[in-house]
């Protein structure tokens, strides 16, 4: 069995949905759960605190151990505010779910610049405000896991929903980003993109007929999410900087490949590459049989020097560094 015990947890927006199938699963395998809701609607309205003391109650009847937290993650202060309850109520802070969200469709010509900084503000800027300090807490306690709750809207896109995916794949930046860094700390970090039938989906369909006929709504039952969020919140997760989609009982690594493309031949710097060049060799250039995963930016950079035949450090330098996956 996959323990929790003597580990805390922080999961975010746990009042609801997913994320309080989060902290219950979480709970029962003996975190001890920060239940983080401001209890605002699916759109970030209003506010209560009742939301999260429902789910403390029921980790609590069941013999488990949790706290409310009611602050928003919108804001450096309120993120501050949520690590600070892990820390007063249980001295320690192992893992964050990063799930607080809000949601709502608009067509792009029709979306306004609040609603667009709104979104990004809650998911992406929320994401920081809560992920810097935890950070900081768990570099110190030498090691803990992230599990950002990205979409598949933002990696593949999704009509109606620029804001919403443009917060959801810069998430994944973040989650990149904080992978690298804390490697070396013993700080993981991975993020998933759920698929489940929740308030959020309800809210946006609203053709309940259709909700309760149709096949692939009843497939999606949000418990099915629950098992890969805690795995990666896990210390049986060894690994970071991945990207996975749960959606009906279906688990699979979403990644970004780098395409091994087209070397243009330069011979001495003097020729140049033109637009009827690149249209020439589209078809190598968008292949996708031969690829690599790249584990940063580095590993596009040193790609490119070894097919040139150059070097990518100055002189004599040597520098290691991890060596990207690779796929037909």
């Not at 946006?204 to 629950?226: C, H, N, Q, W, Y």
Request: with cysteine; charged share 20%; aromatic share 8%.
């Amino acid at each position: 069995m996959i323990d929790f015990t003597d580990r805390v947890a922080v999961v975010t927006g746990a009042g609801r949905g997913l994320g309080r199938l989060y902290a219950l699963d979480l709970a029962r395998r003996g975190a001890a759960v920060v239940v983080n809701d401001l209890g605002g609607s699916m759109a970030g309205d209003g506010s209560d605190s009742r939301v999260a003391d429902d789910v403390v109650d029921e980790i609590t009847r069941a013999g488990g151990t949790a706290v409310a937290s009611y602050d928003s993650v919108d804001s450096l202060a309120g993120g501050q505010a949520i690590v600070d309850a892990a820390l007063d109520a249980f001295g320690r802070l192992d893992a964050v779910v990063s799930n607080a969200g809000i949601f709502g469709s608009v067509p792009f010509e029709d979306l306004s610049a609040d609603a667009w900084a709104r979104m990004l503000r809650v998911h992406l800027d929320g994401g920081f405000y809560l992920a810097q300090p935890a950070f900081r807490v768990m570099k110190n306690n030498g090691g803990g896991r992230f599990v950002f709750i990205s979409s598949s809207a933002g990696i593949f896109g999704q009509p109606m929903e620029a804001h919403y995916a443009a917060a959801k794949a810069g998430l994944v930046g973040l989650t990149n980003v904080i992978a690298i860094e804390g490697e070396a700390h013993g700080i993981l970090a991975n993020s998933v993109m759920p698929t489940g039938f929740s308030r959020m989906v309800t809210e946006t369909v609203g053709d309940e007929k259709f909700l309760a006929e149709s096949g692939f709504m009843r497939a999606i039952r949000p418990e099915l999410v629950v098992p890969l969020v805690t795995f990666l919140a896990s210390t049986a997760c060894t690994f970071t900087h991945r990207n996975y989609s749960a959606s009906a009982g279906r688990y699979a690594r979403v990644f970004v490949g780098l395409s091994e493309g087209w070397l243009a031949e330069l011979e001495d710097g003097a020729s140049q590459p033109t637009a009827e060049d690149i249209a020439a060799h589209l078809e190598q250039i968008s292949a996708t049989e031969r690829f690599i995963v790249p584990t940063s930016i580095v590993d596009e950079v040193l790609e490119v020097c070894e097919r040139r035949g150059i070097s990518a450090m100055p002189g004599n330098a040597e520098v290691a560094f991890p060596e990207p996956q690779r796929g037909l």
